[in-house]
């Protein structure tokens, strides 16, 4: 069986309102990409890692991650204007032998062994799985100012990554949501647009996504207390 792994990074971080693309910044000294990738290449269930830049950072990428860090398992991809883009893009990268793939954001680096472990079981038997967190607030659906409704809380789940596929399925599912010009802020959603089942396994609160200025504070805390699987 052949596990890949496509990690999205070739966003530009506008949210963090910083000049280096955020995957790029440093915590404690090292890159967030290098914590992601870390926890990647030392699990031997995955065989490849494909990291997907945007064009301008790919010579960064190459210099700053790939040759200081010694990644042997990882090959570099361009992204594109979207996350979805840059994923298929990363998905046509993989080997043609890949079975499962792990599509994992580059800067949620407190991902863990187990939720990435995790996730590939149940894509063996389910073939499409979300990873995620039930929500801890009330949420309410708004419109034009005003609370349209409440949905029942015990439904409702943060979706995170990683996002565990048969490699085949996920592929067909960016591939069809690419000829209706679908765009969706996930992978499952396009899975679930082909009326798949998609299970949700639980994930980790910790398993943030790094996208404005305050997650660095939290980070740098989450990395004091040893949260993550990288090697420190
Ligand atoms: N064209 C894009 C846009 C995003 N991503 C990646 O998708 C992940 C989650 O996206 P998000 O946090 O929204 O990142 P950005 O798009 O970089 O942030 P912003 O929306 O603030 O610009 C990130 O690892 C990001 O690099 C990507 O691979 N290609
Ligand atoms: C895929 C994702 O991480 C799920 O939470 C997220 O939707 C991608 O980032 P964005 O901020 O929604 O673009």
Not at 28 to 55: A, C, H, Q, W
Not at 94 to 118: A, E, N
Not at 201 to 221: F, Q, R, S
């Amino acid at each position: 069986m052949k596990v890949a792994a496509v990690i999205a990074a070739g966003g530009r971080g506008r949210r963090m309102n910083s000049t280096l693309s955020k995957q790029f910044l440093m915590l404690k000294g090292r890159p967030i990409l290098y914590y992601t990738l870390n926890t990647f290449e030392n699990l031997k269930e995955i065989d490849e890692i494909i990291l997907v830049v945007g064009s301008s950072d790919i010579v960064y990428a190459q210099k700053e991650i790939l040759l200081p860090y010694r990644f042997r398992k990882v090959k570099l991809a361009e992204g594109g204007k979207e996350r979805q883009d840059s994923v298929y893009n990363g998905l046509r990268s993989c080997s043609p032998q890949t079975d499962i793939v792990v599509i994992h954001d580059g800067v949620r680096p407190f991902v863990t062994r187990k939720i990435i472990l995790d996730s590939i079981e149940a894509a063996k038997k389910y073939k499409a799985v979300g990873v995620g967190v039930p929500v801890k607030d009330t949420i309410k659906v708004v419109d034009k100012g005003f609370i349209l409704n409440t949905p029942d809380r015990k439904t409702l789940w943060a979706i995170q990554t990683p996002q565990t596929f048969e490699y085949s399925l996920i592929l067909k599912a960016h591939e069809e949501a690419r000829k209706s010009g679908f765009y969706g802020t996930d992978d499952t959603v396009l899975v679930e647009r082909l009326g798949f089942p998609v299970v949700m396994i639980e994930g980790a609160y910790e398993n943030i996504k790094i996208t404005t200025p305050e997650d660095m504070i939290v980070a740098e805390a989450f990395l004091n207390m040893g949260y993550g699987d990288f090697k420190r």
